[in-house]
């Protein structure tokens, strides 16, 4: 056994619907209301260590409540874009001193410049009459915030951070990111469709070995992709991945942000993924790597 190195925690594995979507009545979210536990998917988030979060979402402080995981150490965001399913901007202003939170570090957020244009905008119309961008936003909400750019690795605290541009809402810069800490690397690929070759590119030219491939899964074994990867498509950038040399030879590759329109519950979502070499993440697991 080797040391572990990385703790990664799924905080939600569902598409923007959340699976079961509460208001639909298809097999696919009955059976998960039937069957609850794994099947049931609050949207797409990830924990690492206990400081860093990537993507600030709706559903974070359920996940924490349900899943017996604080975020009260989280120092760091990768924000992926600002799709309302990945990032609720109210957090910004619930975890702030005004609103009474406490001993909360000093949040580091890193995203695109789209990305934080977006949001600040939001931030604006929708919470707090300012931007995020003012200056004396960032004291007032105990933030920092980091603009980064594609392709341009930036490290802070034992993580090295990459973004890779994401075939998904380009007006918003969304990034997909690798996280790569003590000799360990993940790579966190929601939300996208098939990846640019640009991303390949890049991936050989950091040089990048993945233990952990994580990627959007929203469409189901009978669905083709499009705007997001499906199965099949999970399964192409698996086998490319293992056959371009990216993954160690102990890699895992889960999937994510998992839709219910396509998707059956996590059992036979699981027997699927077997067979076909990849694993299916639920919220609340927990992977030391
Ligand atoms: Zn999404
Ligand atoms: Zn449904
Ligand atoms: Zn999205």
């Not at 580091?108 to 931030?123: D, G, I, K, M, P």
């Not at 007006?171 to 790579?187: D, H, K, P, Q, T």
């Not at 996590?266 to 077997?274: D, N, R, W, Y």
């Amino acid at each position: 056994m080797h040391k572990k190195e990385m703790i990664v925690t799924f905080l939600g594995t569902a598409a923007a619907n959340a699976f079961p979507e509460a208001f639909c009545k298809c097999n696919n979210c009955e059976q998960a209301r039937l069957l609850g536990g794994f099947s049931l998917r609050k949207r797409s988030s990830l924990l690492v260590n206990d400081d860093l979060i990537i993507d600030l979402n709706p559903d974070i402080m359920a996940a924490s409540q349900i899943h017996g995981c604080s975020l009260t150490n989280v120092s760091h965001c990768l924000q992926t874009h600002p799709h309302a399913d990945h990032l609720d901007l109210s957090h910004l202003l619930s975890r702030s001193p005004d609103y009474g939170t406490i001993g909360a570090p000093v949040l580091n957020f890193y995203a695109s410049v789209q990305t934080l244009q977006r949001a600040s905008e939001t931030f604006e119309r929708d919470l707090a009459g300012y931007s995020l961008l003012h200056p004396g936003a960032e004291s007032r909400l105990n933030l920092k915030i980091h603009q980064i750019e594609p392709l341009q690795p930036f490290t802070f605290e034992n993580y090295r951070v990459t973004g890779f541009p994401a075939n998904h809402a380009p007006e918003m810069g969304a990034l997909l990111y690798s996280v790569e800490s003590n000799g360990r690397a993940i790579f966190y690929g929601t939300d996208t469709a098939a990846l640019f070759e640009e991303t390949w590119q890049a991936f050989h030219q950091y040089q990048m070995l993945f233990d952990l491939v994580i990627l959007d899964h929203t469409y189901g074994p009978n669905q083709s992709g499009s705007d997001h990867l499906s199965a099949h498509q999970v399964i192409e950038h698996a086998q490319r991945m293992r056959h371009e040399g990216l993954l160690k030879r102990s890699a895992r590759v889960f999937a994510t942000h998992i839709a219910h329109e396509g998707n059956p519950a996590h059992p036979e979502l699981v027997e699927f993924a077997s067979q076909n070499g990849y694993e299916i993440a639920y919220d609340g697991l927990v992977l030391e790597i």
